[in-house]
């Protein structure tokens, strides 16, 4: 394509053709200027289409790109752009077309004919014609790629010196002449712990100073700065010790460049604390290897002495004088075939360890636990042996004693007519005696290895696992238990079994337990047992056909009157109410005896439980006498039941007969009715219970308590504690199996010297009569954000008023007993708000003990105690009001929530008396 250039006007417009000679002649002249300057321009220049087409290039472009001329001409300038810089260019072109702007300049890359990227300086203009409509553009670039690869070498060598200095392990601060900081690492700031404040600022002299603070002698710090500043040509290099205990390695000389000109002074300092400390521990380990009792000799690989310790002198009785320079072979004797084996191996190996005997010179026969290590020079090659031998003469003899012993003890087990065993921690048996085949009928070795609790009764094994564990916790404490083992032939014997962690062993979870076969006598004693059931079934079969006699004297009696009724002031139907009551009571009284046998159905119906207690009340204030005093707390509301009226008059009659047999010279006897709502939540306090609406019947005593190892028995059958004829053992029994029948469940509160709580759950009824409807709404739970102390025993009740008091958005501290409450205490005692306690608890310290040592601490501290004893009982000699700073357990959320509030924010706290 053969394309004239014409010179653009001011305008940017070509100039068109004149019939003026003289305005050609111009024309053609400003025309040879511009293609002249065009063909021999230095830097590259095109006329490029609106496409991109290249419609005229100069040499100095093609050479910058590396096509011809005639090879460009056939491409776009788009062709040979790099992809990642096209988009930027392409921006440019659209807007310059737009009129948005004139002219452009850029930094871009095209891909050289070669393949390689360039870098250009590229201006672009576009001139227009006399329309104002684009014609073409006019790009002049020029190749800055050298440029651009020496800008980014010195920025990658600026970068890198700096980052060299910055990540030097020495501190480097440089000054100059006047002692002003050039520059300081990141190295120097931390090793002199230099704040941003005065690392920052330009002032010197406080630079200084701070630096000299720092230092154990600022005078001699300053001293040594100002004569090296005094001095520009002289190099130093001395120590300094911090106030923190650093000790830095200082350095210092003068900048010159090449002409020896003074610029400055540049200080390195490096920590070699570790350095000055490992030097010491070397002249401490030299002092040791002087105080140390093991024997320490370094010989040439020729057994010439080189090195002999005091251990040596003193083991050996000759001097380091008397034995540097000789062979070893001069100075002891020794077994050579031991010597030999063991000096070629350490040669090989680089070391060797083993027992050596050797006789002195003296004579006398030693034996030596040695250690050899081969020593190497500067070259790695062998130059010596150091040689650490530790006497255990001693030991080696203490062992054969321990052997014979050992000897002596495996002979009495072999022929021991107990079972004896070796646990580990996870129950598997490590050893076990030979009479396994005789008590078990196992060989010893088919029970190694396996696990003891493959052999125990499921039943009991849960109690063995527990006392596995406390045995290993509880070091050299004996325990003594009985379990059920499997015998081979698939029967179960009951050994009764020691045990206690093997002294010396207790941390590696060892246990030798010593089992004697008891089956027999076991069986014997359940016989006899049960005799004494049958004997007591006897006498309550006597007191019942003597109770029952009395009941139908009343009958005759109440029936001859109505005979005579006119001879006395009664009525008819008054006597024939009495009657119905006394037959009532002997019903009762039989029904007793065949609920127990299970050969009594249930005469259910819809009652009031209110009710009923208060038509059996007169006949218990009879039955109960008057050393007793009772007290009725009813529910404000009619607590309907689904149930049988005479069951339910047994329940009372034998919970507060037997409430009454407990306090013997008279007490307090308290029944209540409440309500209670079980959620998920507050049902899995008590493992019977489930959610739902029920009713409480609660019997408190304030008797003599049951002890903590009976309570799991109480509801056995013939189960009393009793004195022969007073008791049948079989009252809570029936008292358990009407609870059940009517689908609820009874807990127990006890502890001796306080009384007892009998607390019964029956199911209310979720179809109330029509007069009996509108009963209170469920209330509203509220929470808080302090923080609680909870001090639980039980860990399931725990655990559930964790996540209860949790949820309400409290902070809860947990202790198990008052000790433990005590070390939390010690931690949070400014933290914590409230103390939420068990007045009964294990440990040694009551719920009221501790509320007294902490509120002497902090008499702002609010106290919530929970029972499983209503407040009367529970605060015999100390002031408990329900729902103020008492909680009666069990209890629902929504009481405990209320509780918390009322505590934390209508009473003050109120310290126990």
């Excluded at 004919?113 to 227009?128: M, Y």
């Excluded at 022929?415 to 078990?440: M, V, W």
């Excluded at 009772?630 to 339910?648: E, N, S």
């Excluded at 004893?869 to 405990?896: M, Q, T």
Aim: charged content about 25%.
């Amino acid at each position: 394509m053969n394309l004239s250039i014409r010179s653009p006007d001011t305008t940017g417009r070509l100039r068109g053709s004149t019939d003026q000679p003289q305005a050609k002649d111009a024309l053609r002249e400003s025309e040879e200027r511009f293609s002249s300057a065009f063909e021999y321009a230095p830097i590259g220049m095109a006329l490029v289409s609106l496409e991109g087409r290249w419609l005229k290039v100069n040499p100095a472009l093609c050479k910058v790109v590396g096509y011809s001329e005639d090879e460009l001409l056939t491409r776009t300038f788009q062709n040979i752009t790099h992809p990642e810089d096209l988009e930027a260019d392409l921006s440019y072109v659209r807007r310059i077309i737009a009129g948005e702007i004139h002219s452009y300049q850029l930094e871009k890359r095209y891909i050289h004919s070669s393949g390689r990227p360039i870098t250009v300086q590229l201006s672009v203009s576009l001139v227009r014609d006399s329309q104002r409509q684009p014609r073409y553009f006019i790009s002049q670039m020029q190749d800055i790629t050298e440029h651009k690869r020496a800008e980014d070498e010195l920025r990658w060598k600026t970068a890198f010196l700096e980052a060299q200095v910055d990540s030097a392990l020495d501190g480097i601060l440089v000054v100059d002449g006047q002692g002003r900081k050039i520059l300081q690492n990141q190295r120097h700031r931390a090793l002199w712990k230099e704040p941003a404040h005065i690392a920052e600022k330009e002032d010197y002299p406080a630079q200084l100073q701070f630096f000299a603070a720092q230092t154990k002698n600022p005078a001699e710090f300053l001293e040594k700065v100002a004569y090296l500043y005094a001095h520009p040509e002289e190099v130093s290099q001395d120590e300094i010790e911090l106030v923190d205990g650093t000790i830095l390695d200082r350095y210092s000389s003068p900048v010159r460049d090449k002409a020896g000109r003074h610029y400055g002074r540049i200080w390195t300092f490096r920590d070699i604390t570790e350095r000055k400390r490992a030097e010491e521990r070397i002249a401490e380990q030299a002092a040791l290897i002087d105080q140390t009792h093991d024997v320490i000799v370094v010989r040439d690989l020729n057994h010439r002495i080189i090195f002999w310790n005091k251990g040596a002198e003193r083991l050996y009785g000759l001097t380091a004088a008397e034995a540097i320079g000789r062979e070893i072979d001069e100075l002891i004797q020794f077994d050579a075939v031991t010597f030999l084996e063991a000096f070629k191996t350490v040669l090989r190996d680089g070391k060797w360890s083993g027992e050596m005997q050797k006789i002195t010179g003296a004579g006398d026969k030693l034996m030596l636990h040695t250690r050899w290590t081969l020593l190497r020079d500067a070259r790695n090659q062998p130059k010596s042996i150091l040689v650490i031998g530790t006497d255990i003469t001693e030991r080696k003899r203490a062992e054969g004693e321990l052997r014979k012993r050992e000897d002596r003890f495996r002979l009495l087990i072999e022929n021991a007519s107990d079972l004896i065993t070796i646990l580990n921690g996870e129950g598997l048996i490590r050893f076990q005696s030979p009479s396994a085949k005789r008590l078990l009928g196992y060989e010893p070795e088919d029970v190694v290895g396996r696990n003891a609790f493959e052999f125990i009764h499921p039943l009991d094994a849960a109690r063995a696992a527990d006392t596995l564990k406390r045995a290993l916790t509880d070091a050299n404490v004996p325990w003594s238990e009985e379990y059920r083992f499997r015998h081979q032939d698939g029967s179960w014997r009951t050994l009764q079994s020691i045990g206690r962690n093997i002294p010396g062993e207790a941390a590696d979870g060892f246990v030798v337990i010593n089992s004697r076969d008891v089956t027999e006598s076991r069986d014997l004693e359940a016989q006899f047992r049960q005799a004494q059931k049958m004997e007591a079934f006897g006498q309550l079969a006597s007191g019942v056909a003597h109770d029952f006699n009395n009941i139908l004297a009343v009958i005759k009696m109440l029936a001859g009157l109505l005979r005579r009724e006119q001879a006395l002031a009664s009525t008819p139907m008054d006597f024939a109410t009495e009657i119905e009551t006394a037959a009532e009571r002997g019903a009762n009284l039989t029904r007793q005896l065949l609920l127990f046998s299970q050969r009594q159905a249930l005469q259910p119906r819809d009652l009031d439980l209110n009710e009923t207690i208060k038509h059996i009340a007169k006949m218990l204030h009879r039955i109960l006498g008057e050393d007793v005093h009772m007290q009725f707390k009813f529910a404000p509301q009619p607590l309907f039941v689904h149930a049988d009226a005479g069951m339910l008059d047994q329940i009372l009659l034998n919970l507060t007969v037997n409430a009454r047999d407990a306090m013997p010279k008279g007490g307090r006897l308290i029944i209540e009715t409440q309500t209670f709502e079980f959620d998920e939540v507050t049902a899995a306090q008590t493992a019977q219970a489930r959610p739902g609406s029920f009713v409480c019947l609660s019997v408190t005593d304030t008797g003599c308590g049951i002890p903590t190892e009976n309570l799991p028995r109480i509801f056995e059958p013939f189960f009393t504690t009793k004195e022969v004829g007073k008791g049948s053992g079989l009252g809570l029994a029936t008292v358990f199996g009407i609870v059940q029948q009517h689908n609820g469940w009874i807990n127990v509160y006890s502890e001796v010297g306080l009384g007892t709580a009998f607390r019964v759950y029956l199911p209310r009824l979720t179809q109330v009569p029509n007069h009996a409807a509108g009963g209170p709404a469920l209330a509203t739970i509220t929470g808080g954000s302090e923080t609680i102390l909870l001090v639980e025993d039980d860990s399931a009740l725990r655990t559930t008023m964790q996540i209860v008091l949790s949820g309400l958005g409290y902070r809860v501290l947990e202790a198990r007993n008052g000790v433990e409450a005590l070390e939390v205490w010690k931690q949070h005692r400014h933290e914590i708000h409230l103390l939420l306690t068990d007045l009964v608890m294990d440990g040694g310290i009551t719920g009221r003990e501790l509320a007294g040592q902490l509120l002497q601490q902090d008499s702002k501290l609010r106290v919530l105690y929970v029972s499983g004893y209503s407040a009367e009982i529970a605060s015999k000699d100390f002031l408990l009001e329900e729902g103020v700073n008492f909680l009666p357990k069990p209890f629902e959320a929504h009481r405990l929530a209320q509780a918390l509030r009322n505590c934390l924010e209508k009473n003050p706290p109120k310290k126990p008396a």
